[in-house]
């Protein structure tokens, strides 16, 4: 079933749930904390209706149901009923209910049910107030996170929802019923409970405006996109893609986005991996104060991430983010699950995404504040991780990527990531004039990076000899991370790894990096296949993500994370290195025209696109502080408003 929600708050239309980020209940890993449940408040029905279409509105962030009833005079009324997630005024949902009788002769009462499902076993909520118009929850979420940490305050404010409503002849009569939350979290001068009646009393106030508020920021949301001409099922599949993440996070609500979006609780809506490797990089490209705002989720827990490295016997140093991160930023993966303990690759994930925003904003005033603290955290970390064997450095007992893999020695993957999380420090602290440990350059010259010589490929471990593998690992070392080898190692551990992995059962991720991968070989006939794969999750008829062919999370966003890197680092094959954006595009199938609308680089909003034939760059926006050249086999030109069109082919956009 689709869902609205706006970063803040979600909920799937129709169900007994809705979610707020951040709001937690369950303690750590033993529980384990878990979105805190909240009863809907807004799954309105009539049930003497017969329901004639049901619409999900990606561009306006609407979920409608349109419905008919016959009077007993034979008469027909219409009725259409909204549900949105309030894009500006992030603690409302709306629910709309239009009813049309200017073809009925009589006056008529309509039913409505309300069903908000069984009490709440996260919050203990209590009616404080109630009037003619509302009723007033507050409670408590009942264990927090850490012994440390304290219960999170929910309150809201919710329309009375009538047996029924008066519906007079020969006119269109619209209710509107309103629920407004806050929370103790929320950074707000008064109680959740002021400010929830607050809202909502605002939101009474304007009830004929919401809708057109609403859709109005949706609108300057939508402003970055990407855009294909003349292939429909892939333009609905990105543009479904790009807004069930967008319903799941916003820039100014910085707690994160979970495997399975804010409107569920698949996988207890923990931060994982999940975030930076495979939603963000999209996020940092077209939405950069949301990706910044990814990332600030991390900086905000360093502490958490410290406790962890301190917490194993060998007491490591440094930021050890942990494999599954909610409220506090310890670690709150189930004790069951290995990967708590053994997946240490995040860290390494998350220094790569910093130095990604870094290389596309330029902001020294973030490095120095965020970017570069982390970045230090995480080598130093690394630094205490590392053994040595030999004349190597050595990092053993880990999960990689492929989580089939457990307890092995020197994951090809960690190892690669470990080593960038160490050059990034130093290379950050050489931008901001800050010394770093001499033995961080050692390390990361002396890393082990495992290779077989005989096979020409990338062993994923020591030991690894072919066995089935989960998902996207090896892989990975070409895109994102971008470690240097010769294509012809780059085609063998594709060729290598895709026999070994297990299509049946795996995420759908595997295969936008697939399609990534032979694409940047130049090999678009194999990509074409994997790219088709890389969204074939997506379940009509609201393009809900599953996480694998067979089913797993409902809605798997990181999925939709994975795909849409398919078409910008893919298709339009873009590489952001630290002097300048390359291209090298190449169009999908059955589409004609490709465009990136809003691709941020440097405090400018660009521009890209191309046909069969053509590549145009162009300027949106610009900050005035940084000018922009594209280069390429024509020579180079300067970069505005007016559109630059060369022959589509490899090219470069850098500081002129």
Sequence with gaps: MASVGNGYIATTVSSDTQYIGGVYNGRSSIDPSHRARIPATLAITAPAANVTATALDLERGIYYRRSEITLTNGNIQKIEQRWYAHRLYRHLLVHELIVDATG??????????????????????????????????????????EPNSDLVEVAYVTSLVPEKVEVPMLRVSTYFFITATATSIDDLPSTPEDTAKLEWNKARNISSDLMIQHVAEWSKVWSSRITVADNLPLAQAINSSLYYILSSIRDDWDYGVSPGGLASNGYNGHMFWDQETWMYPTFAAFYPSIGEGMLRYRFNRIKGAQAKAASYDKGYSGTMYPWESAFTGEEVCPTS?????????????????????????????????????????????WASRVAVQGDQYVIDGVIPPDEYAVNVNNSVYTNVVAKISLEAAKRAGQVLGESTPQHWDDIAAKLKIPFDDKLQVHPEFDGYHGQLIKQADVILLGYPLMYPMSTTIRKNDLVYYSARTDIANGPAMTFGMSAVAWLELGEPDQAKEEFTRSYANI?????????????????FITGAGGFLQGLWAGYAGIRILEDRLTLSPH???????????????LGNSLRIEFTEQDLTVSLITSSGATRLALTTSNGVKPLSETPVTVPRGTASIHIL
Excluded at 105 to 122: E, F, H, I, K, R
Excluded at 365 to 380: D, R, S, V
Excluded at 587 to 601: A, I, M
Aim: charged share 15%; aromatic share 10%; hydrophobic share 35%.
């Design 539 to 555: 379940q009509e008829p609201f393009n809900v993500w599953t996480e694998t062919p067979k089913g797993g999370t409902v809605n």
């Design 104 to 145: 009925c002769t009589m006056d008529s009462q309509l039913q409505l049910v309300s069903t908000p499902g069984a009490n709440s076993t996260d919050l203990r909520l209590e009616v404080v107030e109630e009037n003619s118009e509302y009723q007033v929850y507050v409670g408590t979420t009942l264990q927090p996170e």
């Design 337 to 381: 699950a290995p990967t708590g303990q053994l997946e240490q690759h995040i860290s390494g994930d998350i220094a790569f995404a910093i130095q990604q925003l870094y290389r596309l904003s330029g902001d020294k005033h973030w490095l120095k504040t965020q970017g570069f603290p982390m970045l230090q955290g995480i080598a130093t970390f």
């Design 587 to 601: 169009l999908p199938d059955k589409v004609t025209h490709l465009s990136l609308e809003g691709f941020y680089y």
